[in-house]
């Protein structure tokens, strides 16, 4: 028999894919057109036009062997050079080449930064409801425990006080996410400002370095003109971790970066001990062409406006009907309010209307809903008469 | 300050990195003609055709979203029928889509399997001198402990004996690689008849199965008209890890698979350990874009008649000159005993005359140099001079 610990892991149901699968073959039955997909977070919007483009110059000019040979494990110098430029230029990062290190995406990204970071099974890695549940999974790969911070279900952004009371002598790092996944928050300047003072702190209290990671996959996705924050700016020692998935709707292409500002605590330790987990788990180097094509696209985006609509359309229309939704900002997520406790009961009564929500418990949020709107515009329109009988069998 | 071990990994150097990195240095000071590279196993011939034909096909013809999103975890199910319906053609090897998990290459196929069969700190994993380097990092990534077989230097294939006395009952899994990196042998039907009667009955003997990796980034690059073996017709319980980084000249873009045939012990389970464990280390899914252009390239190969006339060039060439050189077989490596028993002391006295070949200590296999010739066939015959002044030092 093979690893249980990895058979458990492999043979888990993923509430999300289930519903998704359950979409699928309600489709058959009712039609597509009478099933409302809210399940899922995959981009539905097309990369942009520079993608293509690059890919086919790059195709049509360069010798096989340059297209598709090694990288330096790092990523490709010129690529690393042109993220280095372009982060410089938009937030004033002060990084060069030798600050990044490109991985296959985000979920690499986050397993190789806490494979380096993480050096004994004592150590704790908080992460803050709600969160994307893979986090989980991804710590516990890395060997060390983790903490989870209850959700502040008043404001989306980070409890100070719960964080104090979770960090401890074994605190290693703090997995943040903003635009959040599955809230759809952003946390502000305020928020950071605070959470960099109490870490401070806290790091000199414990006497030694407290890492905050992070995970930026949606961060040009925000909405009503909102800053995006550079977050070493407020906590020196961020690692913050990438990816194209959203930005450039490339989530099957796996490319994204780890960068490892020279202002983090021990900078070259870190980003050779990131050089050490990417290697030992075998990654080898991030996609060739793919790195060039993000060279190519450097600062171009998917268009968020479709994002940006379907924001204010699901928004707007469920708050009309009852509905208590927290305000989106970022990412493509709409969080909802359960009308009753049991969020389960609750997704479970809308499935049976064939609309697929996902309660968020697996995101250590119970009592509410995650409500994904990268979908089409048509179908969120068309759902609406489920979500009004459902919020009026409440009534 | 990050992981101690990950640090160490990161910052090991590398012999095959540092003699590449001299010889560009070299290369600035004599002139590119006169460095003789021979330390590194990048592929040199392109692509075949059929991908850059199959690139610009799926870019030009269907949709973004289509194109760039992400795959099941497993990989995409049209290609993993494809690959099924090209093993059973080409080798009856009665498998389905279900037996395929797509990789981000080679390195992720061994790091997934091992990831995937370790259980316990006490496992122990058998690898067959000369054997690649990290291999060794892959298998205590996994936890596992490693255990060499001494090579078998009289015909680089394995030492029955040795085997037998390296399983222990806490033998979980034996690597094996043929065409082997960086002997450039290829293993008998002989040997697998062999070695499979001795695990079956050593697999009885400790009371539970012990599975054969068998990892074939090199099974097409094969000389003389040698069958290529289906290493599960022989040992029922082999899983294979395989990458198309040199049967497509595909280094960089990270494309490979784990078949686990349903012969394996426990295959049902192995899958979806293998799923588990890809999971766990964050791999998500293979790269999209290459999954479709592997698909549309099944049973196409890069014009391996470069090697082999290097192959013939290299060989002749230096067996002529007394050089005591190991028949090459497959691969692109030529492995040559070194005239003096320590092969780093030639090796050093190689470099002074802009030869960089790679001794093969690190391997497994003291004694021994390792001469990489996916190179320019230029390059190999001038490098004959120089060759020639090195054995004759010994004279």
Redesign the interface.
């Known amino acids: ?12 149901a993923s509430v999300i894919r289930d519903l998704f699968a359950y979409g699928q073959e309600q489709a058959a039955v009712v039609g597509r057109e009478n099933v409302f997909d809210f399940s899922i977070g ?6 942009p036009a520079c ?2 483009e690059a ?2 110059e790059i ?1 049509a000019t360069r ?3 340059d ?5 330096a494990a790092a990523g490709d110098l010129a690529v690393r050079r042109g993220l280095a430029d372009y982060m410089n230029q938009t937030y004033d990062a002060g990084v060069s080449a030798d600050n990044f290190y490109m991985t ?2 985000a ?6 930064t806490l ?5 004994s099974p004592e150590d704790e890695v908080i992460v803050v409801a709600p969160f994307f549940p ?1 986090y989980t ?2 710590i ?2 890395a060997g060390a425990k983790e903490v989870v911070l209850p959700p502040d279900t008043e404001h989306f952004q980070i409890s100070l006080e719960a964080m104090e009371q979770a960090i401890t002598p074994h605190t290693r790092a703090i997995i943040v996410n903003s635009p959040n996944n599955p809230a759809g928050t952003v946390y502000s300047a305020d928020t950071y400002t605070k959470l960099a003072a109490l870490l401070t702190k806290k790091s000199a209290d414990i006497g030694h370095s407290i890492y905050l990671i992070s995970d930026e996959p949606y961060r040009e996705i925000i909405y009503d003109g909102l800053p995006i924050l550079y977050v070493p700016k407020f906590y020196a020692n961020t690692i913050i971790c990438y990816s194209y998935s959203k930005s450039l ?6 490319i994204g970066y780890i960068l490892v500002p020279d202002c983090a605590a ?1 900078a070259k ?9 990417g ?12 790195q060039d094509v993000v060279l190519k696209c450097m600062g171009k985006l998917s268009d968020m406006n479709i994002y940006d609509e379907n924001r204010k359309l699901l928004y707007n229309g469920l708050k009309e009907m009852g509905y208590e939704c927290v305000y989106p900002s970022g990412a493509f997520y709409l969080f909802v309010k359960s009308p009753e406790p049991d969020a389960n009961a609750f997704s479970e009564k809308a499935k049976k209307l064939n609309l697929l929500i996902v309660p968020a418990d697996s995101f250590g949020c119970p009592g509410y809903v995650r409500i994904s709107y990268c979908v089409d515009p048509d179908m969120i329109r068309r759902s609406f008469a489920a979500f009004k009988t459902l919020i009026e069998s409440y009534a």
Not at 42 to 47: D, K
Not at 269 to 277: E, K, N, Q
């Open positions: 028999m093979p690893s249980k610990e990895m058979y458990a892991l492999g043979s888990q995959n981009p539905t919007v097309p990369a993608v293509k890919i086919e195709v010798q096989s062997v297209v598709h040979g090694y990288t296959c995406g979920a690499a990204s986050l397993t190789v494979k380096a970071l993480v050096e893979e999974v991804f516990h790969n709707s490339l989530p099957g292409e796996r021990d330790a870190v980003y050779t001990a990131v050089c050490g987990a290697r030992a788990m075998g990654f080898v180097c991030a996609p060739h062409l793919f």
